[in-house]
């Protein structure tokens, strides 16, 4: 199968728009290597023929155009098969309002997801009055099959602040693991987590590829900075950087390929000359760009 990261950021993108920390005055001026990036959403395909978003965000139409393989054929037939969501955020869903246009939109989303999307004047509430909106239900820990790939939702505990009141934990966050029909391989999408717990971890086990959480580098980023009271751990992220962050319990693992997605712009490990970044590197993990494509097998 193959994944192609859409988008590598964090909400509110790199740079973004109302941000002039160290990280994004670097990208805008130039001054330091670095790459702009839009908000985090990967497609994965069994056959580059068809192909499955995991969260649409805000930045989906350029995410779409931007790559060759999600653009339309004859008419406004598209390749787009459904949309897969790992959580409420608006990062993560206001993009299925841009995709409006549609002729119908198949929706994967747990029932925690979905009845925030719908509650009140929700995205779906809103999505449906322009188009037909058909949800499938994503159990966690329950096979689900997409034609050639397949996919386990796992739940990712949180104690991050429910905003969106659906009273319960079950579903509110999840990762996802995709396997290849044909070849048994797998690739898990973890754009949002706490905690390595030992029930996360072991959703880990035997996958070729981990997209995961690369929020912040340190758990007080954003207070030191200036730019908000909060710790990542507050925010449901499990910080990169120092004892007990990823990086330390990632870059033990026997998993092929690691990779950071959902980069904050304030983490200094987008400057590719940072101490930060050659941490990353030199510990056998990566840093996603927009357009990385990878073939799982």
Not at 54 to 64: E, G, K, L, M
Not at 160 to 166: A, I, L, N, V
Not at 274 to 287: C, D, I, K, N, T
């Amino acid at each position: 199968m193959w994944v192609r990261v859409l988008g590598s950021a964090a909400g509110g993108g790199y740079p973004q728009w109302n941000c002039d920390c160290p990280t994004c005055r670097a990208v805008r001026e130039g001054t330091r290597p670095a790459r702009a990036r839009t908000q985090s959403s990967i497609a994965v395909s069994p056959d580059r023929e068809r192909w499955f978003l995991f969260n649409a965000s805000p930045d989906v139409r350029a995410q779409i155009e931007a790559f060759p393989g999600l653009h339309p054929g004859t008419g406004r037939a598209t390749p787009l098969q459904a949309v897969l969501l790992t959580d409420a955020e608006l990062d993560h869903t206001l993009g299925l309002l841009l995709l409006r246009e549609a002729r119908g939109i198949r929706l994967h989303a747990t029932a925690a997801t979905h009845a925030t999307l719908s509650s009140g004047t929700g995205v779906l509430t809103t999505l449906e009055r322009y188009c037909p909106v058909e949800w499938t239900p994503v159990v966690p820990g329950q096979e689900a099959s997409l034609g050639g790939i397949s996919y386990r939702a796992f739940d990712v505990p949180t104690a991050k602040h429910d905003r969106f009141g659906t009273g319960t934990d079950e579903g509110r966050v999840v990762g996802y693991r995709i396997t290849d029909d044909a070849t048994g391989a797998v690739a898990v999408y973890l754009p949002g987590v706490q905690e390595l717990t030992p029930a996360v971890l072991d959703e880990l086990e035997g996958s070729t590829c981990l997209l995961v959480d690369g929020t912040c580098w340190s758990d007080d980023e954003l207070i030191r900075l200036g730019l908000a009271r909060k710790t990542a751990r507050d925010m449901g992220h499990l910080a990169v950087g120092g004892p007990g962050g990823s990086l330390e319990r990632l870059a033990r693992l026997p998993i092929p390929r690691r990779i950071y997605v959902h980069v904050n712009n304030t983490n200094p490990m987008l400057l590719e000359d940072s101490p930060e970044r050659r941490a990353v590197e030199e510990s056998g993990m990566a840093v996603a760009h927009d357009g990385l494509e990878m073939e799982i097998r």
